[in-house]
């Protein structure tokens, strides 16, 4: 039993969002209709599972649509690369901010992050070169 509950706490929003300073989470959070609507969006954009590259930028496009950004450690815009997924499946969580809760350090954007909703992505790159990709917001 306490594995279990160790198990759900290590993957809980809150621990994924323990780094991030706690003047930079937003009170507002993701309601479960949107979190709903989204993610037919991103199930849309994932429905042929495999791709020549990994469709970052169309999910992140939904996101943008949807009043929302992806994050990085310091709240700016996520910028990077994802590696591996050739001898094992990778795991991805981004931290998400409010798209239009923002503030200007150091010339940057700096978002509010969402309390309650991190996109989640899988990936494996098959023998044939192709990328299997599963993504959702939970």
């Known amino acids: 039993m306490k594995f279990k509950k160790y198990i759900r706490e290590a993957y809980s929003t809150r621990n994924l969002l323990s780094h991030i ?18 993610n037919t969006q991103i199930q849309k954009i994932l429905k042929p599972t495999y791709f020549k590259d990994i ?14 950004v992806p994050i990085q450690e310091d709240n700016t815009y996520w910028s990077g690369l994802l590696l591996g997924g050739s001898d094992k499946t990778e795991m991805v969580n981004f931290n998400l ?8 350090k150091n010339g ?23 990328y299997e990709v599963i993504g959702y917001v939970s």
């Open 21 to 38: 300073n706690p003047d930079l989470i937003s009170q507002k959070h993701l309601k479960a209709g949107d979190r709903k609507k989204l």
């Open 55 to 68: 469709p970052l930028d169309k999910i992140f496009d939904a996101l943008e649509k949807n009043g929302l």
């Open 97 to 104: 901010g409010w798209k239009n809760e923002s503030v200007k």
């Open 108 to 130: 940057m954007n700096v978002y509010m992050a969402v309390p309650n909703a991190v996109l989640t992505m899988t990936y494996y790159k098959m023998g044939s070169g192709k």
